[in-house]
């Protein structure tokens, strides 16, 4: 059983923190996502787990072992890098072996795991092959039965599809979820850490996400609440295509202003609030701001229309604040060109955010906590 | 009909200049070979010139400047083999194989190890001790000659190949050392990363994962270090005082000032024994020696 815990984590580069001391609870089997943007300190938190990088302070868990000093071959553990790392001079045979011999396991046994793990990922005709005469697809595969052949506690990726196209992302994206769930269903040990940039493998793939920037976590949630709830502008930013629309303003009783617009919020959002910040920012999906041809709405200057097929993007322009709506074509062709339109916020998937510390104030009291 | 009239007007005007582009290719290619054939002869001839003159007899080697014998003979090699001490050449080559060997092993391994130890750890003084190497990469030879003359004359070490090879087999050659750093450096660390994930102590990834990476530059290493001390004669007439222990390089000059009376065709059908070993090793490995000074230098 590999329930992983980092406490109070921490890694210093010289006068430079990369990692604030971070807390985080991953339970055994769960497929945990670290997202952020590029610097965030996703990759050094996974290395600090692998061992590939020193921990300047706190404590990582792994099962019930504190792992802090042991090397990475004795954490139990198996990563997926980015470039696949496959040995340029072994055959995909003697790769997926490495580890196995390394251990000093007999010949048959490898033997026998080999043909297994290659079976799983149908790679058993590219055994014979190097690695330079794989595809991008197929490297990645060998990849992940090299981590699978060891039968670890815990698997680790490091952005393990961005080296691929999109088509075969998708597919590689599925084939590890499954491979999970597969691992899961069969009661071995499957915890994952998956490291991406990519806000669409962690919100397909993630049983929960952690979200970072800037070497501090942001949120931990399920995609789901992730994206209903965000805790803060920053996730609230993060997480979406296109992205929420936040708009600057105040809260004056039960409307808030923008410019010289007024929304009405109504009492079932005001009473949501928890603390009334002074500076306050409108967060608003573009799919939850829907075309209406009355007030209460937020007029805006309709400045171009992305058509995508079964909807069309609405940029809009909201004195000086840019704004973007998703609409259904019909609504669009309804519009009849006209320039001014009235856009109108569902309310239930409003938020509110305090402009001084980010924080969304609009969750229920439960959900601030989490 | 205009038109098709305009059109086989310019099929013609374009095979007209195809013609042309092709003749201008073959005389620049003929011009171009001519002329890389000619000042390659003339770079090679006194090689060509020293094999022809092996097999000439000692009155015709200063007759002229051809390279063709008028009456070859095997003479020089088979007198010149018995050599005018009571060693044949044989006895030679084996001394130079005796520090060749030792030395070629030890360097690639010694400096093979120090190089990954530059390259991927930290350590106290690490930076002292790069910039050490450097210095020593720097350091022209005849500066040490002296103090390295006495160390081994106080370590009892005079008259024999241990002074010849030792020093580098304790990766005592700074450029070899800079030379498989900077190899190493331009190497992704990802493998060696995944080796230590798999379970792989510091040695094991360098001999399994590092090692057979670092094969061309290792490879060139050994081949420089092979000629050099094939080519090398300062060492050897330095340390070593016992004929029975000279290699090749000093047996060569020994024929010239005993007794012969120079007998250049002996010494110079030595000498194009003595190149052989060397020349055959370059033209078997070529590829990897020309790989292994260019990696150094333009990957990474």
């Known amino acids: ?370 | 009909m205009a038109n098709s009239q305009t059109l086989t007007d310019t099929q013609v005007l374009e095979d007209v200049q195809a013609a042309r582009r092709v003749k201008i290719g073959l005389i620049s290619a003929t011009v171009r070979y001519v002329l890389l054939f000619s000042v390659g002869l003339v770079m090679l001839y006194p090689l060509i010139w020293l094999i022809g003159a092996s097999f000439k007899t000692n009155s015709e080697i200063f007759a002229g400047a051809g390279f063709l014998p008028e009456s070859p003979t095997l003479d020089g090699y088979i007198k010149g083999w018995q050599t005018s001490t009571p060693y044949t050449f044989g006895r030679f080559f084996w001394n130079s194989f005796l520090i060749i060997l030792p030395k070629v092993i030890g360097t690639a391994i010694s400096c093979t190890m120090a190089a990954y130890a530059f390259a991927r750890f930290e350590f106290p003084l690490k930076k002292i001790f790069f910039v050490s190497v450097i210095a020593i990469l720097l350091l022209p030879n005849v500066v040490t000659r002296i103090p390295q003359y006495i160390l081994f004359r106080d370590l009892g070490w005079l008259d024999s190949f241990l002074p010849l090879w030792v020093p580098s087999a304790m990766a005592g050659d700074a450029f070899f050392v800079f030379m498989l750093v900077q190899f190493l450096r331009s190497l992704p660390r990802d493998m060696e990363e995944a080796a230590r994930v798999d379970g792989a102590n510091s040695l094991q990834t360098l001999v399994y994962i590092v090692v057979p990476m670092l094969a061309p530059a290792l490879i060139s290493v050994c081949l420089f270090q092979f000629m050099w001390t094939m080519n090398d004669f300062l060492g050897p007439l330095i340390y070593l005082s016992s004929v029975d222990k000279y290699p090749v390089s000093l047996a060569l000059k020994l024929s010239i000032d005993t007794t012969e009376a120079f007998e250049w065709n002996r010494i110079l059908a030595m000498s194009v024994l003595t190149i052989t070993p060397a020349l055959i090793v370059f033209f078997a490995a070529q590829r990897y020696f020309i790989e292994g000074i260019s990696a150094g230098g333009v990957k990474g």
């Open chain 1, 1 to 370: 059983m590999a329930r992983v815990q980092l406490k109070k984590l921490e890694k210093v580069y010289g006068s430079f923190k990369a990692v604030h001391g971070i807390d985080l609870d991953i339970e055994d089997g769960e497929f945990m996502v670290l997202v952020g943007p590029s610097g965030c300190a996703k990759s050094t938190t996974l290395r600090m787990v692998a061992g590939l990088e020193e921990i300047t302070g706190g404590e990582i868990q792994i099962g019930e072992r504190r792992v802090n000093d042991l090397p990475p071959g004795k954490r139990s553990i198996a990563m997926v890098f980015q470039n696949y790392a496959l040995y340029p001079h072994m055959k995909v045979r003697g790769n997926l072996a490495f580890g196995l011999k390394i251990a000093g396991r007999p010949r048959a046994e490898i033997d026998a795991a080999i043909e297994q793990v290659a079976k799983i990922l149908e790679i058993e005709t590219l055994l014979d092959r190097l690695p330079k005469q794989l595809s991008g697809g197929q490297a990645q595969r060998v990849a992940l039965g090299r981590a699978l052949i060891k039968k670890p506690e815990v698997f680790l990726f490091d952005e393990p599809l961005s080296n691929l196209d999109a088509k075969l992302r998708a597919s590689m994206r599925v084939r590890i979820t499954e491979l999970h769930r597969r691992l899961k269903a069969e009661g071995l040990s499957s915890t994952v850490i998956y490291v991406t940039h990519d806000q669409i493998e962690a919100m397909t793939m993630g049983d929960r996400i952690c979200v970072m920037q800037a070497g501090e976590i942001m949120q931990v949630a399920t995609p789901k609440e992730l994206y209903n709830h965000p805790a803060n502008l920053f996730v609230a930013g993060f997480i979406g295509t296109p992205e929420m629309n936040l708009l600057d303003g105040a809260l004056e009783g039960e409307e808030f202003v923008i410019g010289s617009q007024r929304l009405a919020l109504g009492a079932h959002v005001t009473s949501r609030l928890s603390t009334l910040p002074g500076q306050a920012v409108l967060g608003v999906r573009p799919q939850h701001l829907s075309l209406v041809r009355e007030a209460p709405a937020l007029t805006a200057r309709l400045s171009n229309a992305e058509f995508m097929g079964h909807e069309v993007y609405l940029h809009a322009d909201l004195e000086g604040r840019k704004l973007v709506s998703v609409v259904s074509a019909g609504e669009f062709e309804a519009l009849g060109g006209s320039e001014l339109i009235r856009l109108r916020p569902d309310p239930a998937m409003l938020h509110i955010f305090d402009k001084s510390n980010g924080r969304n104030v609009s969750l229920l009291g439960g959900r601030l906590a989490a």
